[in-house]
């Protein structure tokens, strides 16, 4: 299970009483003012947005060395280091550079929603996401609330526009990770497994992705590391509810290296909350993770290890039982590394070779069986890019993936039965970035990909397109053929069988004013040959390919920093129609992952007075479709509406110490989520109905977080 403390480390430093102000002015090059923009001391939350005339005043927490950000979306940032007594009120002109015009002022969203503290057109930033309270820290949980998502708060993987859970990929500077969620069990949601405080940005693609990416259908997830190279050293320690937490961060000669180790275990949490199923063990995990870089020349080298163990074991009534339990006892291992070597060659290009591993091993005993389970993913990995002139780049890139499944099961009194296979899956791709005009780009892109365990070769075209209408808005267009190889599950039983594949085309519609984001997309996708049981000439089922399916939908996102004071809120919303003949479903239905409508709203408001920041988020998801044996056609039944109201509260007790709370699902709605059914009628002819929903209404979390600094006021937004 993924530790929740992360999530405090990103809080940054609320305003003490009656203390050192500053005032000033922002304005660009020819003395205009700049309404909206952002002004802060690093490593505080003391700063305010400029007026309509540019003008800006706030205190500071208290007296000491500051570093002054300003940041407006098209100008180059601007920092002045300042010395502040009890006594100063300091007036501070600001003019801020604009950005030049070159490659990339005009941004392909479609199909796109980045988190990023380095991309000044990204829509949120790491500590917006991260600071959300129904998320608790969890990259995973965060992207819930975003458009596209269909939450399904038993499972906690990621299901995103009609697409199941296998259907979505992360990769971690550019590497593939074979399996991002820590151990979990039926109606018990996982959650990511890396530490979210270790990346500065993601990249969420729920369509229309760049020819880079394969091995998904519906949507890719990438995470880049920090650099921690020019990082000043601080040590966070965590203490919580659930566990404990240590991380170190430091420069190491010419480099920088980043270590954090945790443990968390549910047990006395579990013994003061009720909870609906028995723990005979409560959830626990432990493990840690290590980044390294190195400068190697005018290159860079670049380690990353991470390492988590968990298990838990858990009693829960299940009516398709025969005995009417479903007993699960699992252990799991997560261990993931790469090695990274980036190097600069002939003027504007770039090199970059990678090599990653995921092993990953799975005890589960479900009611007396024993499944075990070991996985490996080999990914090697090289791309070059770079600027053929200011207005045309160029990507090449080639990839090797060696996928390693391992299985032995037994049944109580059966013989074991063991199954291995491992195969080859490469691909190429190349892709090129044009900007004809300084309102146009366009991209255009041609993967190759050949898999040795159908000696099948696929070729995806993607192609996508950005107008920028005016200063503030743009129109985006993305279309591309994907593909996918089955999951495990099916393999199982067809080692053979062949790809499934998708078509996407995404219309986004983005405008960013100052301290505002308006979001707007459609989109349309279909799939082939998804795998599909169907009948042989005798009636038994048969595994092929021959599923088929779409889903067709509408998202919005609105995000407001700047209307209300101290107050930052977002809104999305999402509708899906999704219809797919895959598994076992007899004809084309809407699967019970796809989430008809989904509202999710967040809520931020800073009280410097109280040292405090509070938060909540609200989100409401239309009933999933389920099968009732009792009633005619098949999936024909819709569950309850779904509602979570989630709060957190963030107290600077001192400027290096936070007190962190926070609850979900505050309401406790959620006690069916879905129904399942006895596998054999009753005498009445009816078969017996059970809800199915999560093992507690609500969780409850209370956490002290301390950083140790050279000047006893570092917090983690400085790596933000």
Avoid at 58 to 66: I, K, M, N, R, T
Avoid at 418 to 439: F, I, V, Y
Avoid at 454 to 462: D, K, N, S, V
Avoid at 572 to 600: C, I, K, M, N
């Amino acid at each position: 299970m993924k530790p929740i403390f992360y999530l405090l480390f990103l809080f940054s430093s609320l305003a003490a009483l009656a203390q050192p102000s500053l005032s000033g002015r922002v304005t660009d090059q020819q003395g205009q003012p700049l309404p909206g923009a952002n002004v802060f001391l690093a490593g505080t939350f003391s700063g305010a947005t400029t007026s309509g005339n540019g003008a800006f005043s706030f205190q500071a927490p208290e007296v000491g060395s500051y570093v002054l950000v300003v940041r407006f979306i098209g100008y180059r940032e601007f920092k002045q280091p300042l010395e502040l007594a009890a006594t100063d009120s300091l007036w501070l002109p600001v003019q801020l550079r604009e950005e030049p015009a070159q490659l990339g002022e005009v941004v392909i969203t479609a199909g796109t929603f980045e988190a990023s503290d380095v991309n000044r057109a990204a829509s949120l930033t790491t500590q917006d996401v991260l600071t959300t309270a129904a998320a608790l820290g969890d990259v995973i949980g965060a992207i819930q609330l975003l458009p596209g998502a269909s939450p399904q708060a038993e499972d906690g993987r990621l299901f995103i526009r009609g697409g199941s859970a296998d259907e979505s990929r992360l990769y971690v500077n550019g590497l593939a990770v074979q399996n991002p969620y820590g151990a979990t069990a039926q109606n018990l949601p996982s959650r990511g497994r890396f530490s979210p405080t270790m990346f500065q940005g993601f990249r969420f693609s729920t369509g229309g992705y760049s020819a880079e990416w394969g091995e998904a259908l519906s949507a890719v997830l990438a995470m880049d590391h920090r650099n921690f190279q020019n990082t000043s050293q601080q040590t966070n320690l965590g203490l919580m509810s659930i566990g404990g937490s240590l991380a170190h961060q430091r420069k190491l000669g010419r480099g920088g290296i980043a270590a954090e180790v945790e443990y968390t275990n549910l047990a006395p949490y579990m013994a003061l909350a009720p909870q609906r199923y028995q723990f005979p063990q409560a959830p626990y995990s432990w493990g840690g993770a290590l980044v390294w870089q190195q400068p190697l020349g005018e290159g860079r080298l670049q380690l990353m290890l991470d390492s988590r163990r968990g298990g838990l074991h858990v009693s829960q009534p299940d009516i398709t039982q025969p005995n009417g339990i479903m007993d699960i006892a699992l252990q799991n291992q997560n261990h993931y590394g790469q090695l990274r070597w980036q190097q600069p060659l002939h003027k504007n290009w770039l090199l970059t070779n990678g090599l990653a591993l995921s092993a990953d091993e799975t005890l589960l005993q479900p009611n007396g069986a024993r499944l075990e389970q070991h996985s490996w993913l080999l990914h090697l990995k090289s791309k070059l890019e770079g600027e053929l002139s200011r207005s045309l780049r160029l990507t090449l890139g080639a990839e090797v993936e060696r996928p390693h499944l391992e299985e032995a099961y037994r049944e109580s009194s059966s013989p074991l039965q063991q199954r291995s296979q491992q195969w080859w899956r490469s691909a190429g791709w190349a892709e090129a970035d044009w900007q004809p005009l300084r309102k146009l780009a366009l991209r255009a892109g041609l993967r190759s990909s050949h898999s040795s365990r159908t000696g099948a070769m696929a070729l995806q075209p993607r192609f996508s397109a950005a107008w920028q209408l005016q200063r503030e808005q743009q129109l985006s267009l993305a279309a591309g053929v994907y593909s996918q190889e089955p999951d495990t599950r099916w393999l199982r039983e067809l080692p053979g069988l062949a790809d499934a594949h998708s078509r996407h085309l995404v219309l986004n519609y983005q405008y960013q004013p100052e301290g505002r984001t308006l979001r707007a997309e459609a989109y349309y996708k279909t799939y082939e040959g998804l795998p599909l049981y169907t009948p042989d000439a005798e009636g038994k089922a048969r595994l092929s390919t021959g599923g088929s399916g779409y889903a067709r939908g509408a998202e919005i996102f609105w995000r407001d920093r700047k209307s209300l004071k101290r107050t930052d809120y977002w809104i999305s919303y999402s509708y899906v129609d999704s219809r797919r003949q895959w598994a076992d479903y007899l004809e084309a239905v809407t699967p019970p992952f796809a989430l008809a409508h989904s509202l999710g709203m967040v809520y931020k408001y800073f009280i410097p007075g109280l040292r405090s920041q509070v938060g909540g988020s609200f989100s409401l998801h239309s009933g999933r479709p389920y099968e009732n044996p009792n009633t005619e056609g098949f999936m024909n039944e819709r569950a309850p509406l779904q509602q979570n109201l989630s709060l957190n509260w963030a107290f600077l007790w001192k400027q290096n110490l936070i007190l962190y709370t926070a609850a979900t699902n505050v309401l406790g709605g959620g006690d069916a989520l879905s129904y399942r059914y006895a596998a054999e009628p009753g005498a009445n002819g009816q078969f017996q109905e059970q809800a199915v929903g999560p093992s507690a209404k609500r969780f409850l979390f209370i956490g002290l977080f301390y950083t140790l600094s050279h000047d006893k006021q570092k917090n983690q937004l400085d790596q933000l």
